[in-house]
């Protein structure tokens, strides 16, 4: 099993240069409209590490080498002075506190710079409030409003479009859009989201039905309001495994499709757990591929912050085995093994 997951990160990082051209890791994807592609999506993506708040087991840097192209990002003031710029933070920056925004989409900058293929969308809930302008700040200050496309009336236009023009990354906030700042949708204007407070054991559905907008979010995950006074959501990490597998994602994406919605964003919690990669490649009618990230990108498998790099066991062997042979499960393992050794390194 090591010497697989040894080969599984190797060819993560030496391989994937010499794919051929592909639009989100598919080249049956290029032809396809933005609104008519599914993406794997996290929910809370900035949320990891050792709090009971944490919705995620790996950082933004590792979801988006893992093939993830979602992302949800929650900002907040830092203090009740409401002074800070914004922060991510999950229920209450005291509880988890994930750091200014504006290093976030650095490294979400970072992987677009070295993956010109990949279309990224970010869909923020404004807890501040903040403005438009304050968040555009944010994005211009990490320079990642160069990738922003701005929504237009009509047709969405191919991957393939979006990637020529280097606009490939779509950005949605929840509240303070403002002309201002055109990049930066409303994203009721675009986006229906199915439930997202589900208490264990309840069944996954698609309402609202009836509602029309261009894009579906599919929301799969399970939370738990811990206190009866306070709006904080916090996940149930034991149920990931049995909340992602391929049968329930299908299943809950089928009952949108039969109401006519295609399910734009699978959003889960823990997405490491289960088989939400297998299940978008699915819904997509793509075989699913190995890794979608550059070779360029992929040396930054740790934080941004810790500026480590892989140790140097950890190189292909002519004794590995094929990366053709390597599926996602050991992909995502040697991803998340390289971290770990760093870590004692």
Not at 94 to 117: S, W, Y
Not at 165 to 170: A, G, I, P, Y
Not at 190 to 207: A, D, E, I
């Amino acid at each position: 099993m090591f010497k697989t997951v040894v080969a599984a990160l190797a060819c993560g990082l030496v391989s994937s240069a010499a794919a051929a051209q592909a639009c989100n890791g598919y080249s049956q994807l290029c032809g396809k409209t933005f609104d008519n592609v599914a993406f794997p999506s996290t929910h809370n993506s900035f949320a990891y590490g050792n709090s009971a708040a944490a919705t995620q087991s790996v950082n933004i840097d590792m979801q988006l080498q893992a093939g993830v192209r979602g992302l949800m990002l929650d900002i907040q003031y830092k203090d009740s002075t409401n002074s800070s710029k914004p922060y991510l933070c999950h229920t209450e920056c005291t509880v988890l506190n994930a750091g200014p925004l504006v290093d976030e989409l650095q490294k979400i900058r970072a992987f677009m710079d070295g993956n010109a293929d990949e279309v990224v969308t970010i869909f923020i809930k404004n807890n501040g409030p903040f403005s438009a302008e304050a968040i555009a700040q944010a994005f211009a200050q990490a320079r990642l409003d160069k990738y922003a496309y701005t929504p237009k009336a009509g047709a969405w236009p191919t991957l393939q479009t979006m990637i020529a023009q280097n606009k490939r990354l779509v950005v949605f906030v929840d509240g303070g859009s403002d002309t201002s700042v055109p990049w930066l949708a409303y994203d009721k204007d675009y986006v229906v989201q199915t439930p997202y407070l589900v208490p264990p054991y309840r069944p996954f559905g698609c309402s609202p039905m009836t509602a029309v907008r261009p894009l579906w979010i599919m929301n799969r995950f399970v939370s738990e309001r811990l206190f009866p006074d306070k709006d904080f959501d916090f996940p149930v990490a034991n149920e990931a495994g049995t909340v992602n597998t391929f049968p329930g994602i299908v299943e809950q994406a089928e009952i949108c499709g039969s109401a006519g919605h295609f399910p734009n964003f699978i959003v889960v919690d823990f997405f490491y757990e289960g088989a939400l990669f297998e299940a978008v490649a699915h819904i997509n009618n793509v075989t699913l591929a190995s890794l979608t990230t550059s070779a360029a990108s992929a040396t930054a498998v740790s934080s941004a912050a810790t500026k480590t790099t892989l140790p140097a066991v950890l190189t292909l062997t002519s004794a590995a085995e094929p990366c053709s042979l390597l599926n996602h499960t050991a992909l995502m393992a040697a991803l998340v093994v390289g971290t770990l050794l760093v870590a004692f390194i």
